[in-house]
């Protein structure tokens, strides 16, 4: 893997591409593009580049405005994706999250829109997931053809830079905190500025996204840089506790820059690193972080600046009170059973032994499972996990969001074909975009005929909210979190349960003995 990879965008490859033929045309800030016509009724652009290679001193810089074009360019194919490792313990958990072409150049996006006209849609954002350090949003999986063809909407899916070379945070002057979040930014600034020219509107803009993704939404409702640039958000998975700190930060620029065989206060000797070397250092320092700073080193940070606060603080001060869904799936954790193998053997005893070293009331834990039915002692385990990593803080946030906004809070309940996952960690990635049978995500999801149903339940209630800020359709009769905490369980039966679970969320919400 060299530093290089970005032939795409050069004169070589514009020139290569001229023999497509004549597509629609939008004069951009940066220079005219030309997409393509869909059969399905979209016009996609692909591969837009909002920002210039962050390369050389530009690494660890918030992002620069690309070099501008006069002549007529052809957004026909993605951009490179940011660069990323190969082969580590998350690759191949769901299906197509490896993007084929990595690349310097790497800040672009892509639009898929209904028509180049003057028409004023609701603009979709897709912040990709991938644990802040893998994917890109040019994957097939997050396709945005048929969510706006279907809906009269306008898609935009934003690749930024990942793990070492986006949520690095040297202590340095000429350095930046949290540049992967400032991509989006800038790719968010291009949106406002752009969109009009692609039929969108930039005045109703909504920003979605799952697991890092949702995270990163979350992020942007608390940076004061992102205030204005959108108007509604929807998070997706994306709600934990796991925001690096500086002193956390500190330990993960000195695990890599000696991983590099450098000192942590040599930040241009890190600069000067080929991607390959860095990337290398990147695995290397994971391993070493894992048993201190956690399973997510390369993950934004609360600088006081960039991230001013965390999540929670953010939402119960009510920095950015735009109207928000915000759920997750009931056995989120399941996804990473495979890294825990023997808890699939686990019997009372050690289940207790567990609980007992990871510091909770055992009984009280026990007890408060069973009565919703969680009973087997690998079930019992998975779904503590789920639930105090995951869907615990999920719940906070709604709570401290809606003294300042409309919240609606969901539950993704549809499992997947494999009876060991349940409704897991990203299960639910193709239901808003209708790419239930995309790459390997068929077999992953089983019985298309029920989960191509559900994804057509998504996609009305995601565009329903994008259009009107609330995500009611005729068929479905959402409330808006309240005192009686009303939660859409989204399964083959789409239902609206009053706090599901409702032992469990007392259990970890409140203090135990």
């Not at 603009?123 to 994957?139: E, P, R, Y």
């Not at 991607?275 to 201190?292: G, S």
């Not at 969001?401 to 299960?427: E, I, M, Q, S």
């Amino acid at each position: 893997m060299g530093t290089g990879g970005t032939t795409r965008h050069d004169d070589h490859a514009d020139a290569a591409t001229e023999s497509v033929g004549p597509g629609p045309v939008v004069r951009t800030e940066h220079g005219p593009v030309r997409g393509r016509a869909l059969p399905g009724g979209a016009v996609a652009f692909r591969g837009i580049r909002y920002g210039a290679p962050p390369t050389g001193m530009l690494r660890w810089r918030p992002p620069e405005p690309p070099a501008g074009w006069s002549e007529v360019r052809d957004a026909l194919e993605p951009g490179p994706a940011a660069w990323q490792p190969a082969g580590g313990p998350l690759d191949g958990l769901v299906p197509g999250m490896a993007p084929a072409h990595q690349g310097d150049d790497c800040l672009s996006l892509d639009v898929w829109t209904p028509g180049v006209d003057d028409g004023v849609r609701p603009v979709l954002v897709w912040i990709h997931g991938g644990a802040f350090s893998l994917g890109a949003g040019s994957l097939p999986v997050y396709d945005g053809a048929r969510l706006a063809a279907e809906h009269d909407v306008v898609v935009v899916t934003v690749n930024y830079r990942l793990g070492v070379f986006g949520f690095l945070h040297p202590d340095d002057a000429s350095a930046t905190p949290n540049v992967g979040l400032l991509d989006q930014v800038a790719a968010l600034r291009w949106v406002r500025d752009t969109i009009a020219g692609f039929g969108g509107d930039p005045s109703n803009v909504t920003v979605f996204g799952e697991s890092a993704g949702g995270g990163s939404v979350l992020s942007l409702l608390a940076m004061p840089s992102a205030t204005g640039l959108f108007h509604r958000a929807i998070v997706q998975s994306g709600a934990t506790d796991l925001l690096l700190d500086r002193e956390a930060a500190a330990l993960v620029v000195d695990a890599v820059a000696r991983a590099a065989g450098l000192t942590a206060g040599d930040v241009d000797g890190l600069r000067t690193l080929p991607a390959a070397a860095l990337l290398e250092a990147q695995a290397t320092a994971a391993k070493e972080l894992f048993t201190t700073v956690g399973t997510m080193p390369f993950h934004p940070c609360v600088d006081g600046e960039v991230l001013p606060t965390s999540w929670l603080d953010a939402a119960a001060r009510g920095v950015n009170p735009v109207p928000l869904v915000i759920g997750t799936t009931r056995d989120e954790m399941a996804l990473f059973s495979a890294m825990d193998p023997r808890a699939a053997a686990l019997d009372d005893a050690g289940l207790r032994r567990r609980l007992d070293r990871a510091g909770h009331d055992t009984d009280l834990v026990v007890d408060a499972y069973r009565t919703v039915g969680v009973v087997d002692p690998p079930h019992v385990w998975s779904r503590v996990q789920t639930d105090t990593q995951m869907w615990v803080p999920a719940q906070r946030l709604a709570e401290a969001h809606a003294r300042h906004a409309p919240v609606w809070v969901y539950r993704f309940d549809r499992p997947a074909a494999d009876p060991r996952l349940g409704a897991c960690h990203g299960v639910d990635i193709p239901f808003p975009f209708g790419t239930t049978d995309t790459g390997g995500w068929g077999d992953f999801l089983g019985d298309q005929r029920s989960a191509s149903a559900l994804s057509a339940v998504v996609r009305r209630l995601w565009t329903a909210f994008a259009r009107h800020g609330r995500p009611d359709t005729e068929s479905v009769d959402w409330p808006a979190h309240g005192p009686d905490r009303a939660t859409l369980l989204l399964d083959d039966a789409v239902t609206v349960v009053h706090d599901p679970d409702a032992a469990v969320r007392r259990l970890w919400s409140d203090p135990q003995p």
